[in-house]
Structure formats: structure tokens, C-alpha cells
């Protein structure tokens, strides 16, 4: 009679990729994860593909930063250099990639920003910006991506990278739009994890306000309208609600996002001995998938793959 079935099926697990060589770095705020070099990296996504999860997303922490974020669409690009890497080792997992510039940028924002020293103002450029998400998608195609994965949420970058693509001859490869992304507290220690941190003001003027819901919606529509082709909400668990309307609203692929401070608590709690942390994740898997979501991107993806293999 269980109406809800969690499944291996429904995991990408995100994995943080950065220069160097032999380099397996815990993350402080995230346990039991890592910054890893592209070695160490594809050791892992090995792993992941032995029990049957079928994606990963890449987030790339590059060795120099500036003004435009360039290592972004480098084709020498720490997540270039990744992708092929990977697709070398691993046949039978899909490598989707998080196309943004705040881990590039010198700045932390996620597009080209013009500032006023004298009054502390800034704005992110969200036409300049496209174009440069537009040769970071690229990018990643010619090197092998899978899915390409806008977060920066600019008005309008979907059709421009859908468009970018299908010139380059990439009409294939699918977009999972960040449509529904919150400007939110749960994002602390990802910040960390991809040294993204901004280095002044907030994310506030581009991202969702988290008191919206009927935005979602128009932010999800325009996303399908301009050629997106997996719809995404980010954070998952306090926006349950929101993957809920969307689910009921658009016969569309959904995926969730259960960021980064929705598997630290838990880690914490647990840590402490107040909770059982398997019981817990699964719990909150289970209710993401019971709201709407096809899949879900999370950091308990490894653990959970286990998990429901020896249930």
C-alpha cells in the first residue's frame, strides 16, 4: 500500500572539482565531502556509477579568478578538463555541469557586475552576463557534458544557451534550468565547499524571494517557453509547496535541489547523537520525491545509494 517508492534512480550526487593532483580535501561544513582534483575525482565518480547513480553535477573551483570569471569558459577549464576526464573512466553515468560564473568570478557574483567605488552600489549585468554563460555552455558541450545546468538565474539565459547550443550543433543536449531558485539562508556551507562566497552585498537582486510562490511559477514558465527541458526548484525541502504546485501545474520533468544546509543540520544533529541520520535523510529523500520531484540532486546521493541497497 506505500503510495512513494525512493530509488537509486532518483540521485545525482554534486561533486566539487579543483586543480591539482592527489588532492582529496574535506569539506568542514559538509562531512564526508570533498574538494578533489580531476584524479581523485574520477575515482569517486567510478564508485558512484557502481552503485547505479545514474548522474553527477560538477561544480568547479578554479585556481585564478577575475573580474569576468574566464576560467569559466576556458576550454582549459578546471570543469573542461573534468568532464573529458571522466568520460574517459566512466561510460554509464551522465555528467551534468553547473553552468554560473560566482565560483570564477573574483567578486563571488554569478555575472559580469559594474560597481560604483564611490557608493558601494553594483548591479549584475544580466545581458552581458548571457553572453558569457552562453561560451561557458559551449564549453562544456565541446568537452563532452551531458546536461548543461544554468543556476545564475539572469532573465532570459535559457533561449540564449538554447540558442548557443543548436548553433554550435549541440541541439541534443538537454538544459535543467534553475528556475526556481530562492535567495536563501540553507546555502552556507556550499559556499564554503565552492569558495563562492560574494565578497560584498547579495545574491537577493537576482534570486527568488522566499516569501513567492505564484513567481515560481511565471520564473518556471518562461524557463519551458525559452527551451528549457528539466525544471528545477533549489532549495527542496523548505520549498516542498513550490515543487508541489509546479509538479501540478506542468507536465515536465522536475528536479530538487536539497542544498547544502539541509544535509548539514541533519549532519550535525547527528553527529551530537540527537538523531539517526540514515532515518532522517531518508525521510526527507522520501518526502522531496512524495512533493513531485522525477530527481534529486543531493549530497546524501552516495550514502543513500547504499542505503536503499541494503534495505
Not at 551534468?96 to 567578486?107: A, K, P, Q, R
Not at 555552455?137 to 544557451?161: F, L, N
Not at 547579495?202 to 524571494?209: A, L
Request: aromatic letters at 8%.
Amino acid at each position: 500500500m506505500r503510495e512513494t517508492h525512493l530509488s537509486i534512480d532518483d540521485l545525482i550526487m554534486p561533486l566539487f572539482v579543483r586543480p591539482g593532483k592527489g588532492i582529496k580535501q574535506p569539506i568542514p561544513s559538509m562531512p564526508e565531502n570533498y574538494q578533489m582534483s580531476i584524479d581523485k575525482l574520477t575515482e569517486e565518480v567510478k564508485i558512484l556509477e557502481g552503485l547505479g547513480i545514474p548522474g553527477i553535477i560538477l561544480f568547479g573551483i578554479p585556481d585564478k579568478k577575475d573580474e569576468m570569471g574566464s576560467d569559466a569558459y576556458s576550454d582549459e577549464g578546471i570543469i573542461q578538463e573534468a568532464i573529458i576526464a571522466i568520460k574517459k573512466e566512466a561510460k554509464n553515468i551522465l555528467v551534468i555541469t553547473d553552468v554560473c560564473m560566482c565560483e570564477y568570478t573574483s567578486h563571488g557574483h554569478c555575472g559580469f557586475v559594474r560597481r560604483d567605488d564611490n557608493t558601494g552600489h553594483f548591479d549584475v549585468d544580466n545581458d552581458m552576463t548571457l553572453e558569457l554563460l552562453a561560451k561557458e555552455t559551449v564549453s562544456h558541450a565541446k568537452a563532452g557534458a551531458d546536461i548543461v545546468a544554468p543556476s545564475d538565474m539572469m532573465d532570459g539565459r535559457v533561449g540564449v544557451i538554447r540558442d548557443a547550443l543548436d548553433e554550435e550543433g549541440f541541439n541534443h543536449i538537454p538544459i535543467m534550468a534553475y528556475s526556481a531558485k530562492y535567495a536563501s539562508g540553507f546555502y552556507g556551507p556550499f559556499r564554503e565547499a565552492a569558495e563562492s562566497t560574494p565578497g560584498f552585498g547579495d545574491r537577493s537582486s537576482y534570486q527568488m524571494d522566499s516569501h513567492n510562490a505564484t513567481e515560481a511559477l511565471r520564473e518556471v514558465t518562461l524557463d519551458i517557453e525559452e527551451g528549457a527541458d528539466i525544471v528545477m526548484v533549489k532549495p527542496a525541502l523548505a520549498y516542498l509547496d513550490i515543487i508541489r504546485r509546479i509538479k501540478d501545474s506542468f507536465d515536465y520533468p522536475i528536479a530538487a535541489y536539497n542544498v547544502s544546509g539541509e544535509f548539514s543540520v541533519v549532519k550535525a544533529a547527528a553527529e551530537k547523537g540527537w538523531i539517526d541520520e540514515k532515518r532522517v535523510a531518508l525521510e526527507i529523500l522520501t518526502s522531496i520525491k512524495r512533493a513531485g520531484a522525477d530527481m534529486i540532486l543531493t549530497y546524501w546521493a552516495k550514502d543513500a545509494a547504499q542505503w536503499l541497497k541494503n534495505k
